[in-house]
């Protein structure tokens, strides 16, 4: 069953793990990058890490870098973000969007990550 907007968040101890999917795309492939951003209470929304459709060439935020990888299924036009060793930090709505973001935002996925 095809789910779309952002899915997969959820409520993990931490350390735990936890994979997140985005289907708001159509045409995922027709935007040279996407991204995964995330925004905790009280605080502006971030970006985490993103991924160019040519080659796939990633980056990541210093905060989850090394326990985080982005992915994407052009074919499925869909958006992933594997994330491991989760800390309280990381608590938070996740969004994806292209980078530079389109207007538009989905409702996000919660992730709580509890200590």
């Known amino acids: 069953q095809v789910q779309l907007g952002e899915s997969g968040g959820g409520l993990v101890q931490a350390g735990g793990s936890l994979r997140l999917s985005c289907a708001r795309f159509?045409?995922?492939?027709?935007?040279?990058?996407m991204a995964w951003y995330r925004q905790a209470p009280g605080k502006q929304r971030e970006l985490v890490a993103r991924?160019?459709?040519?080659?796939?060439?990633?980056n990541y935020a210093d905060s989850v870098k090394g326990r985080f990888t982005i992915s994407r299924d052009n074919a499925q036009n869909t958006l992933y973000l594997q994330m491991s060793s989760l800390k309280p930090e990381d608590t938070a709505v996740y969004y994806c969007?292209?980078?530079?973001?389109?207007?538009?935002w989905g409702q996000g996925t919660q992730v709580t990550v509890s200590s």
């Open positions: 159509a045409r995922m492939y027709a935007y040279n990058t």
């Open positions: 991924i160019a459709t040519r080659y796939g060439i990633t």
């Open positions: 969007n292209s980078d530079p973001p389109l207007p538009h």
